[in-house]
């Protein structure tokens, strides 16, 4: 996935036009000030700690002041909201003056080596990814000890929609990018073959699921290439998503202790699993103002209104998800440790208090780490999922011939459990794995984003996946307290399929490679 990406080169120089000194700058979007958490840190006490930023658009670089006491000037005009600046303007800081240059027009810039790096071939990956699924869908005819040719059908469903999104994307949109979709594709169908060992019927709704989480995940990448149509439509989606708490609250009914599914005909819907995308988009839409509390605010009380109607709703596994996410879209813009261990502090005393005052909260938590003590009560679950575990082996036991099965939430919060059973444990750790690269990859590549809106969401989304992944993974083995959250791709859930594509598009939007068709145009 690294492969074929940019070099972390300069963008563009500043230069002191004092001491001639050149500032690389490395960003799409860079944060100017005194504050080490700065992407770029003046030494001179007459700046304030957040001064100004620097940022990339279509038309052009842009300067825009962040409520500095001196002001910022371009060219000696003092900058109201924001200005453009070409090479060979001046801007004005404190005491501080810089002149923005190409890179090409420092002298003795030393370029670094390029080393061709061949990016691998998004077919040959598909094509591999394939064959795998051909492998797991053969694996499920036979499963049960007797053959079917019904698993054939999720395999053909698969196989179509993923070889049609590869042309449509490479072919038709001219992109240069297919690996996060790939390894997409393949979560998915181990996920829909294996739940298939249960019963073929069982997969339709997955199907459909997966074809509506790629037409989010197509629309979203649409969607996120417009920065000025990101801004317009922020308020309108942070909206949109307390109106759909308020629904769940009014029209939800309550399935395993949580009020969060509400029901449409034959088909149940989880509108948390919606709110994630709602709650990275909203969290990291704010873009002029990089590096300030002021930045926060909005997001706090947006942030605030979730957590209250995840405790109305007794869905305390997606609060952690929300918290944690919270965590990273906030230190991300603030850069602040101290606003985040605040928030830690206030959060742990709001976990005293919940669990203080609603004793029915912990008594959920009341067999964790003595699940061995209630093997046929609160603990059923649990110690069936590490028996079985155990007895897949590295290899497992072949789809549809687990007993784990027959247990309750098998195939979506105990689907861990599952894999390991059925197809082993060295491909449970690879799944595990994967995921969890999903994050630092979205990471490695914030330096590379044609915006912090791209980086950010990007790292939001990875983490929340990450997280949500350790919290299925360890609830089930015991390690923490059963959440009922699903594990991204492979638990069986139509909302949390399509959600997990959505938040795939941030990761993707993130990639610069993405739009690099449409900014060639």
């Known amino acids: 996935m690294k492969r074929g990406r940019r070099r972390e080169d300069p963008v563009v120089i500043l230069e002191d036009m004092v001491s001639h000194e050149a500032i690389p700058v490395l960003y799409w979007e860079n944060s100017i000030g005194r504050s080490k958490s700065c992407d770029i840190v003046l030494q001179d006490p007459t700046v304030s700690r957040d001064h100004a930023v620097l940022m990339r658009r279509e038309s052009g670089w842009i300067v825009t002041d962040t409520g500095s006491k001196s002001g910022t000037f371009v060219n000696g005009t003092k900058v109201k909201d924001k200005m453009q600046i070409l090479p060979g303007d001046s801007i004005a800081m404190g005491s501080t003056a810089l002149m923005l240059k190409r890179t090409s027009d420092v002298k003795n810039s030393k370029k670094p080596k390029r080393t061709v790096r061949h990016a691998a071939s998004p077919a040959g990956l598909l094509a591999a990814t394939t064959f795998v699924q051909l492998l797991l869908c053969i694996q499920a005819c036979f499963g049960g000890g007797k053959f079917s040719y019904l698993p054939a059908v999720p395999f053909g469903a698969i196989f179509a929609m993923e070889w049609l999104l590869y042309l449509f994307s490479m072919k038709g949109l001219g992109h240069v990018s297919f690996e996060l979709e790939t390894i997409a594709f393949l979560l998915s169908s181990i996920g829909i073959l294996l739940i298939s060992g249960t019963g073929v019927e069982n997969t339709y709704l997955q199907l459909g699921a997966l074809f509506g989480g790629i037409l989010l995940f197509c629309t979203m990448i649409w969607f996120l290439s417009d920065l000025d149509r990101v801004m317009r439509w922020r308020l309108a989606i942070g909206i949109l998503a307390v109106l759909l708490f308020a629904a769940n609250l009014v029209l939800a009914r309550e399935h395993n202790g949580s009020r969060n599914w509400i029901s449409l005909g034959p088909v149940s819907i989880q509108p948390s699993e919606f709110i994630k995308i709602a709650f990275v988009f909203v969290g990291t839409s704010t873009l002029d103002r990089l590096q300030t509390a002021k930045n926060l605010t909005g997001f706090i009380g947006f942030s605030a209104v979730c957590m209250g109607s995840l405790f109305l709703m007794r869905d305390f596994g997606t609060a952690c998800v929300f918290f944690v996410t919270f965590l990273i879209i906030a230190f991300m813009r603030s850069g602040s440790v101290r606003t985040i261990a605040l928030i830690c502090a206030v959060a742990v005393f709001g976990a005293f208090l919940i669990l203080k005052f609603k004793p029915y909260v912990a008594q959920r938590f009341e067999a964790w780490r003595h699940v061995w003590e209630h093997v046929n009560e609160s603990g059923y679950q649990q110690t069936r999922v590490l028996s079985y575990s155990a007895s897949g082996g590295l290899f497992g036991l072949g789809i549809g011939n687990g007993s784990?099965?027959?247990?309750?939430?098998?195939?979506?919060?105990?689907?861990?459990?599952?894999?390991?059973?059925?197809?082993?444990?060295?491909?449970?750790?690879?799944?595990?794995?994967?995921?969890?690269?999903?994050?630092?990859?979205?990471?490695?590549?914030?330096?590379?984003?044609?915006?912090?809106?791209?980086?950010i969401s990007s790292c939001a989304a990875g983490g929340m996946l990450l997280f949500q992944t350790c919290l299925n993974v360890f609830g089930a083995t015991d390690v923490l307290p059963m959440t009922g959250v699903t594990l991204p791709f492979i638990s069986m859930g139509g909302s949390s399929m399509v959600a997990v594509w959505g938040l795939l598009a941030f990761i993707k939007a993130s990639d610069e490679r993405t739009y690099a068709a449409r900014r060639k145009s």
């Open 404 to 455: 784990l099965k027959s247990v309750f939430a098998s195939t979506s919060d105990l689907v861990f459990g599952m894999v390991c059973e059925e197809l082993g444990m060295l491909l449970a750790v690879i799944i595990v794995l994967t995921l969890a690269f999903l994050m630092f990859y979205a990471r490695s590549d914030v330096t590379r984003s044609r915006s912090t809106f791209y980086s």
